[in-house]
């Protein structure tokens, strides 16, 4: 019954993904919330990603991230992007404060302080608003129908009209024809010639609405502006000059890069990811630059704003023939809060109305995977302790913000009663554990990676076990298999009689004994199709079936048995026929032709993107209990009560961090020449002017000191 499963993505991307969600969120309707004493409005967020489709891109910025040594990057992007600078001429502006190996090769590289991205897209957008270079027309289209004469099939909230707060310049909530007595529906307001029409944005056919972008008034008492009007004061706030000197860079240089992002139509894209969003500031930051790119309207355009190909859903929720979450007899349910108090507003518990503000620890209500939170929420017992912690996979020990504390806690025996991890090697983390087991390593296992979308057909990866796995072997449910996190599970399970293991676990004739009675589904489900059978693969010729049979003929039982991957999917030859020709491709993969549909892409986002916020305007810091900003910002660092972080003059250096191509995970694994020649290296990077200031030169020792760690870390 428990609901805490976490994954690591805090640590990882997730203000990224939240601040695209939010941006490409819809609009699901209003609901009276108790806690928060007002109408919260319900929206269901969109795609975790967006990214530019390069190939045909003219000019794309590049904030806080070098494909060339990581992102989405040295696999294929580095190829797209040389191709497309050679052949097409793109340019390439690179925002790092380092030069990056994608840096050396852009047209521009701005050396930014980091942190402050959110200034940089304020000072673009400053010159853009101030110079009409941006496309009024995608602007103004309120509604799909709107966007639709444009030759458009997505469109924005810009002329959408926002409730001015008490202050007259915060965006509080959308305006609707109910609170001005216009009509009793709950519809958006936009101002057309002056006078307010309501509309529904979403609706196929109806009549297009060109709304006035600076729109500003007064009714029954409250104030409104456009999106767009609020947007274009918040850009006011400075001068380009003023912006670009708090980002550290030349004012020349920030304009000559917005004047290049708005000189080629449709084909400029904004793009961003860790690099910005990795601060306290960064969800904000990653608004303000995703925004950059409706100012020239490129959702959905060959060369612009892609949502990429997706995929066949493995999981058979789309009409696939094996539903695996509904497949589950006498499934349990989990209840209460996760202890890292995520996806839930702090007004939605009993803590809020027993002890009101400021919370114990902060409420996370528009975020998941917060992965930093979980063990020192169950240090401190809030909003509960735990008895036992399971960890597979990870080293938060290394990898989180103050790792140091974190092992202190899980050695505390108090605190983390019960410590059990499955790992490939004895971690920084798992050394600390009362049980650990071993785990397959990535060629012994198998996995459904998704494709991201730099990738603008459809792909359904498939990692399936190409060798034997080294590890020992254990008999689980009375089928002989290596030791896994899959076996591991399957163990307790069936130690604790657990409902949807074993035999029929998945229902009558459908076991679920192994790793392989899953994984094998899942492929299935993509054989199948999304389409309820429409779009299955062919099935597997004889010639297919020996390619198959040759390739798995070195596997033991315990990894590959034909036979009993077949009564995985029922016994059913057509379907298993099918599997398999999925399995041989190691996954299912569209034609290239697929990539786009005329000027637009084939896979397109259809549907409204967002400036403003609403929900988050809505809700309120569980600290503070204030309300939480709607419209993207520039902020600076804070805590997480909400205070600024002063500077400290006696620590001039900022220390930031970049994604090393030796880090790349599995892909690098194998070059171990290269990572033992680095192995117990810890290095600190300086400019050189910097290094020749402090007399320090190539090999020397140092030691990092800051105002919350006046020890020091040593280093070279």
């Not at 940089?120 to 129908?145: C, F, Q, V």
């Not at 902060?362 to 401190?380: H, K, L, N, R």
């Not at 660092?637 to 090393?660: C, E, I, M, W």
Request: with cysteine; aromatic share 10%; charged share 25%.
């Amino acid at each position: 019954g428990s609901a805490n499963w976490f994954e690591h993505t805090t640590v990882c991307e997730q203000s990224h993904h939240i601040a695209t969600k939010k941006f490409g969120s819809t609009y699901k309707g209003g609901k009276y919330h108790p806690g928060l004493k007002e109408v919260f409005e319900k929206y269901k967020n969109g795609p975790d990603h967006f990214k530019p489709d390069v190939p045909n891109s003219e000019f794309v910025i590049f904030f806080g991230t070098s494909p060339f040594e990581a992102n989405f990057g040295p696999t294929n992007w580095s190829s797209y992007i040389t191709n497309a600078q050679a052949r097409n001429g793109l340019k390439v502006a690179v925002v790092d404060p380092r030069c990056s190996h994608t840096a050396a090769k852009a047209n521009y590289w701005l050396p930014i302080k980091p942190g402050k991205d959110a200034a940089l897209a304020y000072g673009l957008m400053r010159w853009i608003i101030d110079n009409k270079t941006y496309n009024e027309p995608y602007l103004r289209a309120a509604n799909r129908s709107a966007a639709k004469l444009n030759g458009d099939t997505t469109w924005c909230d810009a002329s959408h009209l926002v409730l001015l707060g008490k202050d007259g310049k915060t965006a509080v909530k959308f305006l609707r024809s109910d609170d001005v007595a216009l009509n009793t529906e709950h519809n958006q307001l936009v101002s057309v010639n002056g006078q307010l029409v309501a509309f529904e944005p979403y609706k196929e056919g109806d009549t297009p609405v060109v709304g006035d972008l600076l729109a500003e008034g007064s009714i029954n008492g409250m104030h409104y502006k456009t999106v767009f009007g609020v947007l274009r004061d918040l850009a006011r706030e400075r001068t380009v000059e003023q912006w670009a000197n708090e980002c550290g860079l030349p004012v020349r240089q920030v304009i000559e890069v917005a004047r290049e992002f708005t000189s080629h139509g449709r084909k400029a894209v904004a793009d961003m990811y860790r690099g910005p969003v990795q601060h306290t500031n960064g969800y904000h930051s990653g608004r303000a630059i995703i925004s950059l790119n409706l100012l020239v309207g490129n959702g959905d355009w060959k060369g612009g704003l892609a949502k990429g190909g997706g995929h066949w859903h493995e999981d058979g929720s789309k009409h696939g023939p094996f539903h695996l979450s509904k497949l589950h007899p006498n499934k349990l349910g989990h209840f209460g809060f996760k202890i890292s108090r995520e996806s839930k507003h702090y007004e939605d518990s009993s803590l809020f109305f027993k002890h009101g503000y400021p919370a114990k620890r902060t409420w996370y209500p528009y975020t998941g995977s917060v992965y930093q939170e979980v063990i020192p929420s169950a240090a401190d017992g809030y909003p509960y302790p735990i008895k036992a912690l399971y960890l597979h996979k990870g080293t938060p020990g290394m990898s989180v913000p103050g790792a140091n504390s974190t092992l202190e806690i899980l050695r505390d025996t108090k605190k983390i009663p019960l410590f059990i991890a499955d790992d490939i090697v004895i971690g920084e983390s798992s050394m600390y554990c009362d049980y650990i087991f071993p785990d397959s390593a990535i060629w012994e296992r198998w996995g459904t990676p998704h494709a991201a979308p730099n990738i603008t057909t459809a792909a359904s990866k498939l990692r399936q076990p190409a060798v034997e796995s080294i590890v020992e072997r254990c008999t689980v449910f009375g089928r002989q298999q290596p030791i896994s996190m899959e076996s591991l599970m399957l163990a307790i399970a069936e130690k604790m009689q657990l409902s949807g293991m074993g035999k029929d676990g998945f229902g009558p004739g459908l076991d679920f004994r192994a790793r392989e009675d899953f994984f094998v589904k899942m492929a299935a489900n993509m054989a199948y199709g999304d389409k309820g059978g429409k779009d299955k693969v062919k099935p597997a010729s004889a010639g297919e079936m020996k390619v198959f049979r040759d390739a798995r003929r070195h596997l033991s039982k315990a990894v590959y048995e034909e036979s009993y991957w077949k009564k995985a999917v029922g016994g059913d030859d057509d379907l298993w026929r099918r599997t398999v020709t999925v399995l041989n491709r190691g996954g299912r993969f569209e034609d290239a032709s697929k990539s786009y549909d005329g000027e637009h892409m084939h896979h397109k986002f259809k549907s409204q993107y967002h400036i403003f916020a609403e929900d988050v305007a809505l809700g309120k810091h569980s600290m503070t209990g204030e309300h939480l900003p709607g419209m993207p910002i520039y902020q600076g660092v804070q805590n997480a009560a909400g205070k600024a972080v002063p500077s400290d003059r006696r620590y001039p250096f900022q220390l930031f961090t970049y994604k090393h191509i030796l880090g790349g995970q599995s892909r690098t694994i194998g070059d171990y020449w290269t990572m033992v020649a680095e192995a117990g290296e810890n290095y600190v990077w300086m400019n050189t002017v910097d290094a020749k200031r402090l007399g320090l030169k190539t090999g020397d020792r140092v030691r990092l000191v800051s105002s919350d760690n006046p020890r020091g870390t040593r280093s070279e």
